[in-house]
């Protein structure tokens, strides 16, 4: 009989409950945990194997009839933003994004809270306290930042960071080939900016620069309006049986 190595993950499945993308439908995931000396390697090979990382829980559906998730990573290097996507990074030249480490403020938890409130009221994360959202930002055992967006200032370009109010927020773990977008939060008063795209875009060239190959945007789901935005990013890879395919 074979035996698994004593750091070997141990993995779990989640009880049934109702699909947060698909009306009718219940999903169930499959987790294990990412803790100690380990973890990082661990989130490099399950990111590149579908899962997502949230805390120090590595996760991905095991729905038994649906297949509707699907992990999507964008190609780097053959990205080529559209009209629409060159329109937005004009509208946001204003801004800069400065890496910090993973440490939340107060002032994170108040545009966090006023973005659930106006967008996702209804979700999972809904009910999120100060100290719910200091720890999904603290409690990492992977190389992970926190990417601040500020307005630029005469300095910006020596110093890297912006001044005035906080505009956007993205929590990012730094992977072996690429950056994984862990979650993501924006200013929703600054509608006509389109802040979500414009992190996207930040986050792609910010992996060109770091000679990273992937931008790893979670799950998409075919059929739900809340996802559908990640299939504009092409070229782009999607996870299915034979492997990351690409679609142009």
């Not at 698909?22 to 194997?49: M, P």
């Not at 801004?95 to 939340?104: A, C, D, N, Q, S």
């Not at 306290?129 to 630029?152: A, C, Q, W």
């Amino acid at each position: 009989m074979t035996r698994e190595p004593r750091d070997a993950p141990q993995f779990y499945l989640t009880s049934p409950a109702p699909c947060p993308y698909i009306e009718g439908r219940e999903e169930r995931k499959v987790f294990t945990h990412l803790i100690g000396k380990r973890a990082s390697g661990l989130n490099d090979t399950l990111t590149q194997s579908g899962f997502r990382r949230s805390q120090t829980i590595a996760y991905r559906p095991a729905c038994e009839e649906c297949r509707a998730c699907v992990s999507v990573r964008v190609k780097v290097r053959d990205f080529v933003p559209s009209r629409n996507m060159r329109r937005v990074l004009e509208d946001n030249a204003d801004l800069i994004g400065h890496v910090r480490t993973p440490e939340p403020t107060s002032e994170q938890y108040s545009l966090f809270r006023a973005y659930l409130d106006s967008r996702h009221s209804d979700g999972g994360m809904a009910d999120m306290s100060v100290l719910d959202y200091s720890m999904m930002i603290e409690d990492s055992h992977v190389d992970t930042r926190i990417v601040e967006y500020r307005r630029r200032n005469i300095d910006s370009f020596l110093t890297g960071r912006g001044e005035g109010p906080l505009m956007g927020v993205c929590l990012s773990d730094i992977l072996v080939d690429g950056l994984s977008m862990v979650y993501s939060f924006y200013d929703v008063g600054e509608q006509e900016r389109s802040l979500g795209t414009f992190m996207i875009l930040e986050h792609i060239e910010r992996a060109r620069k770091l000679g990273l190959p992937h931008v790893y945007l979670g799950y998409w789901v075919e059929g739900s309006r809340k996802m559908a935005y990640k299939a504009r990013y092409l070229p782009q890879e999607r996870l299915g049986m034979n492997g990351w395919e690409r679609v142009e």
